[in-house]
């Protein structure tokens, strides 16, 4: 049985209406990520990065997976090597039935006490008070996602890793691979061994090394990773 293992970025929360950050309607055209996305910008004014935050909340609360997250919750119920690696911060990979998902930076809907260190999912959208206080000690909470220039949680990143490393095939979908280190992985996967097969609309830096580009949606494209899947698994 084939070892698979797969990123995942922005692009596969397209067809769920979600924006995604590089490319022509991208959030980074519109909102500049160091004013938005840094503990910088969050200690200089809360609020605006809160408000930010609030309004993607809003926007992911109302949307609901599509076939490209639907088709990778099957490929971990069937396949019995399958490790699912985001970047996405979303959760609807959770939402459309995959259990164990690598959450590289993050979950916006998970918040963090500056104060007391509490970490909890709080779903409520749009919040009732911006910048939220911690539901514990009253103190001020942050969202829990990675932004520029902090770490990756530790743990997810070596499983990320292993699993690359691991892996006979490594499936890229819409990331536009720039964003260090979540980018290495399709290399090191390569590096290892793997068949790495990518799917996105656009060419980009995992191109020259992709074993497979499928130049399409992901809900298309994943739909022909599976039957390929399928058909290696059968012999
Ligand atoms: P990007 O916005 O950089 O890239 C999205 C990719 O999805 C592009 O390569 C598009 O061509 C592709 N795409 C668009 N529509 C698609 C579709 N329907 N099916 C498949 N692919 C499609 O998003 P990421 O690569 O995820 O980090 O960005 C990486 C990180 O940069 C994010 O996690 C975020 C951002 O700043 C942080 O916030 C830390």
Same mark, same amino acid.
């Given at each position: 049985?084939?070892?698979?293992?797969?990123l995942?970025?922005? !692009?596969?929360?397209?067809?769920?209406?979600?924006?995604?950050?590089?490319?022509?309607?991208?959030?980074?055209?519109?909102?500049k990520?160091?004013?938005?996305?840094?503990?910088?910008a969050?200690?200089?004014?809360?609020?605006?990065?809160?408000?930010?935050?609030?309004?993607?909340?809003q926007?992911?609360?109302?949307?609901?997976?599509?076939?490209?997250?639907k088709?990778?919750?099957?490929?971990e119920?069937?396949?019995?090597d399958?490790?699912l690696?985001?970047?996405?911060?979303?959760?609807?990979?959770?939402?459309?039935g995959?259990?164990?998902?690598?959450?590289?930076h !993050?979950?916006?809907?998970?918040?963090?006490?500056?104060?007391?260190?509490?970490?909890?999912?709080d779903?409520?959208?749009?919040?009732?008070?911006?910048?939220?206080?911690?539901?514990?000690?009253?103190?001020?909470?942050?969202?829990?996602?990675?932004?520029?220039?902090?770490?990756?949680?530790?743990?997810?990143?070596?499983?990320?890793?292993n699993?690359?490393?691991?892996?006979?095939?490594?499936?890229v979908?819409?990331t536009?691979?720039?964003?260090?280190?979540?980018?290495?992985?399709?290399?090191?996967?390569?590096?290892y !061994?793997?068949?790495?097969?990518?799917?996105?609309p656009e060419?980009?830096?995992?191109?020259?090394?992709?074993?497979?580009?499928?130049?399409?949606?992901?809900?298309?494209?994943?739909?022909?990773?599976?039957?390929m899947?399928?058909?290696?698994?059968?012999?």
């Open positions: 049985m084939p070892k698979v293992a797969v995942t970025g922005a !692009g596969i929360s397209a067809e769920s209406g979600i924006p995604t950050f590089r490319g022509k309607d991208g959030l980074w055209k519109r909102f990520p160091e004013e938005l996305a840094t503990p910088e969050f200690f200089r004014n809360p609020k605006l990065v809160w408000e930010w935050y609030d309004y993607r909340r926007l992911i609360a109302r949307a609901e997976p599509n076939e490209g997250h088709i990778l919750a099957r490929m119920r069937e396949l019995p399958f490790t690696i985001t970047q996405n911060v979303d959760g609807l990979h959770q939402k459309a995959s259990e164990k998902v690598i959450e590289l !993050g979950n916006i809907w998970k918040v963090r006490c500056l104060s007391c260190g509490a970490e909890y999912y779903y409520r959208a749009p919040l009732p008070e911006i910048p939220p206080r911690c539901k514990h000690c009253g103190g001020l909470v942050r969202p829990g996602v990675v932004w520029f220039g902090e770490p990756l949680p530790p743990e997810a990143l070596e499983q990320a890793f699993a690359a490393r691991e892996s006979d095939y490594f499936i979908v819409g536009s691979a720039v964003v260090y280190p979540a980018a290495q992985l399709p290399f090191v996967a390569k590096e !061994g793997a068949t790495v097969i990518e799917v996105n060419e980009t830096p995992v191109t020259r090394i992709a074993d497979l580009s499928l130049r399409e949606k992901a809900s298309t494209g994943l739909k022909k990773v599976y039957e899947l399928k058909e290696h698994a059968q012999g």
